[in-house]
């Protein structure tokens, strides 16, 4: 195939008058070179990774049109030994203990700063920016879910106020099984049905490792018939089980939102834009027998 000067000098010499020139390039890998061309947008853009959060759809959720929500949680139950008895004898006793409960509710903001050419130029950019604040903050809002310490502005988590389960011993299948078995039998012994289970993905990995084949886990994931949520906001060596529903609850005071401004600071000189995502919840937990934790060495 013929150069492009080859052909530009062949066109010229068929007609001299031309100004404007058709011409066939052969696609080789190269350098890029870079210059003063027009260049054009790509209208696509290819997101970072995300890895599916499930935690909160374990959750019950509510809302809240208030500033803070006040619960009743449940502490202990002292009974006597309930069965029939004679005619005039004392009837068996039985007392529930509660505590009141007030969580704030809490904020969880993000923001950044883009060109307006760039918002402008990318039609897929917009709907980009929306999915990855978006994600951002429900990365923060499941890590508040389990491990906030309670101290304001931070949720009380599950790992909080969950009950530890005895370490697994003698056991011997993978230590992350073995502990999770542990912490199931825990919360059936004080008569709650677990219906989730939080691992970290390493320890997750591993444990499929040893397993040679993933026997007990399906997709979508679940472990011996209940969903597993894989979050790296767990901790590795450290999983939790659960009766999620009823006895914890995401009451959702502002539903994840992103804005945009143009007035901050001297962003309208710039030609830059700020974008900015928050959303606002609190969150209770009625039981906290209802879950158990443990740790292992993975």
Same mark, same amino acid.
């Given at each position: 195939?013929?150069? &492009?000067?080859?052909?530009?000098?062949?066109?010229?010499?068929?007609?001299?008058?031309?100004?404007?020139?058709?011409?066939?390039?052969?696609?080789?890998?190269?350098?890029?070179?870079?210059? &003063?061309?027009?260049?054009?947008?790509?209208?696509?853009?290819?997101?970072?990774?995300?890895?599916?959060?499930?935690?909160?759809?374990?959750? &019950?959720?509510?809302?809240?049109?208030?500033?803070?929500?006040?619960?009743?949680?449940?502490?202990?139950?002292?009974?006597?030994?309930?069965?029939?008895?004679?005619?005039?004898?004392?009837?068996?006793?039985?007392?529930?203990?509660?505590?009141?409960?007030?969580?704030?509710?809490?904020?969880?903001?993000?923001?950044?700063?883009?060109?307006?050419? +760039?918002?402008?130029?990318?039609?897929?950019?917009?709907?980009?920016?929306?999915?990855?604040?978006?994600?951002?903050?429900?990365? +923060?809002?499941? +890590?508040?879910?389990?491990?906030?310490?309670?101290?304001?502005?931070?949720?009380?988590?599950?790992?909080?106020?969950?009950?530890?389960?005895?370490?697994?011993?003698?056991?011997?299948?993978?230590?992350?099984?073995?502990?999770?078995?542990?912490?199931?039998?825990?919360?059936?012994?004080?008569?709650?049905?677990?219906?989730?289970?939080?691992?970290?993905?390493?320890?997750?990995?591993?444990?499929?490792?040893?397993?040679?084949?993933?026997?007990?886990?399906?997709?979508?994931?679940?472990?011996?018939?209940?969903?597993?949520?894989?979050?790296?906001?767990?901790?590795?060596?450290?999983?939790?089980?659960?009766?999620?529903?009823?006895?914890?609850?995401?009451?959702?005071?502002?539903?994840?939102?992103?804005?945009?401004?143009?007035?901050?600071?001297?962003?309208?000189?710039?030609?830059?834009?700020?974008?900015?995502?928050?959303?606002?919840?609190?969150?209770?937990?009625?039981? &906290?027998?209802?879950?158990?934790?443990?740790?292992?060495?993975?």
């Amino acid at each position: 195939m013929k150069t &492009p000067g080859e052909q530009i000098c062949a066109a010229l010499l068929e007609r001299p008058e031309r100004r404007r020139f058709d011409i066939t390039l052969e696609r080789k890998a190269g350098p890029v070179l870079t210059g &003063p061309a027009t260049t054009e947008s790509i209208e696509q853009v290819v997101p970072g990774p995300v890895l599916p959060l499930r935690l909160r759809a374990l959750i &019950p959720v509510g809302r809240t049109v208030g500033s803070g929500i006040t619960y009743l949680r449940e502490t202990s139950i002292t009974s006597s030994p309930v069965k029939p008895i004679a005619e005039g004898a004392v009837k068996p006793l039985t007392d529930l203990t509660y505590e009141s409960q007030q969580k704030p509710v809490i904020t969880i903001p993000a923001y950044m700063k883009i060109s307006t050419q +760039a918002w402008e130029d990318f039609a897929m950019f917009q709907s980009w920016i929306d999915s990855r604040m978006l994600y951002a903050l429900s990365l +923060a809002e499941e +890590a508040q879910l389990l491990n906030g310490n309670g101290v304001a502005p931070n949720l009380e988590g599950l790992m909080l106020v969950a009950i530890a389960a005895p370490a697994a011993t003698g056991g011997t299948g993978p230590p992350l099984l073995d502990n999770v078995a542990a912490g199931l039998a825990a919360v059936y012994g004080r008569d709650y049905t677990p219906d989730g289970i939080v691992v970290n993905p390493g320890d997750l990995g591993k444990t499929l490792a040893a397993m040679g084949a993933p026997a007990l886990i399906s997709g979508p994931l679940t472990l011996w018939g209940l969903p597993l949520v894989v979050s790296k906001a767990m901790a590795s060596g450290s999983y939790l089980v659960g009766q999620f529903n009823p006895y914890c609850q995401i009451f959702d005071r502002e539903d994840a939102k992103v804005d945009l401004a143009d007035e901050n600071q001297d962003d309208f000189v710039r030609n830059l834009l700020t974008i900015r995502a928050e959303e606002r919840l609190a969150f209770a937990i009625y039981q &906290p027998g209802a879950f158990a934790k443990g740790t292992f060495t993975p």
